[in-house]
Nanobody, 122 residues
Framework: QVQLVESGGGLVQAGGSLRLSCAAS????????MAWFRQGPGKEREFVVG????????YYADSAKGRFTISRDNAKNTVYLQMNSLKPEDTASYYC???????????????WGQGTQVTVSS
């Protein structure tokens, strides 16, 4: 029902910023809870931040609080992740995902993007 395409990844220096985008297809985008996950080298994919369908509610992992901001523009069927004060440990492939309900569990997400690589140099 939903297809997701991420963009905006790249190479940045520690302390720098990057803005990721996730473009979604479908007529019911506003009904989905959207989230960003990431997977670093040799690690499992982990939840970073999520946002409700209306954009009124957000939930951040401790690693993202104070540095990352999630937002969505339902008119454009797009979710964004603004990343500031980037650290080398933020290096990972970042994925956007869609779920019918609020959840931070990877297995509960029905739709996934292909991922976009973020590399932070020290």
């Amino acid at each position: 029902q939903v297809q997701l395409v991420e963009s905006g990844g790249g190479l940045v220096q520690a302390g720098g910023s990057l803005r990721l985008s996730c473009a979604a297809s479908g007529r019911t985008f506003r009904s989905y809870y959207m989230a960003w996950f990431r997977q670093g080298p040799g690690k499992e994919r982990e939840f970073v931040v999520g946002i409700s369908g209306s954009g009124a509610s957000t939930y951040y992992a401790d690693s993202a609080k104070g540095r990352f901001t999630i937002s969505r523009d339902n008119a454009k069927n797009t979710v964004y992740l603004q990343m500031n004060s980037l650290k080398p440990e933020d290096t990972a492939s970042y994925y956007c995902a869609a779920s019918d309900v609020f959840t931070i569990r990877r297995g509960n997400y029905d739709y996934w993007g292909q991922g976009t690589q973020v590399t932070v140099s020290s």
